[in-house]
């Protein structure tokens, strides 16, 4: 009888140290041509001193990677009340994602960092 079991792949950066006002995307996040179920997510938001803004994240999906859902599967708000705020999730059953951040309001720039850790399921 086989034994099926989780593999991972290895942690990789898709955002490193940005600083998001008004708006920034990471790098796309293939599920697809390499058979991964799903990915760990983990994002790391550095407000400023006394900040003013929460950081506002967006999971968009895609099918190719060129054209982004207008609607997000994920929306969620990351509290300046802890800084350094880290926060993870998983995202699976999609093609392709990326993580949209921006600033809740017009006054701080929020340091964000994100990293993805992919699995899939193997066949022992």
């Known amino acids: ?3 099926i ?15 998001v006002t008004t708006g920034s ?4 996040v293939d599920l697809e041509t390499n058979g991964y179920e799903g990915a760990h997510v983990t994002i790391d938001a550095d407000f400023p001193v006394t900040p ?3 950081l506002v994240v967006e999971v968009q999906a895609s099918l190719d990677g060129t054209n982004w859902d207008d609607t997000p599967i994920h929306k969620f708000t990351i509290d300046n009340a802890t800084d350094p705020n880290q926060v ?5 059953d999609v093609a392709q994602f990326r993580l949209y951040c921006y600033a809740s309001g017009a006054t701080d720039t929020i340091t ?3 990293k993805h850790q992919t699995w899939r399921y ?3």
């Open 5 to 19: 079991s989780k593999t991972w792949a290895t942690e990789t950066a898709i955002m490193s140290a940005v600083a």
């Open 25 to 28: 995307a990471s790098t796309a």
């Open 88 to 92: 993870s999730f998983v995202v699976k």
């Open 122 to 124: 193997q066949s022992a």
């Open 112 to 114: 964000v960092t994100a």
């Open 52 to 54: 003013t803004d929460n």
């Open 1 to 3: 009888m086989a034994i």
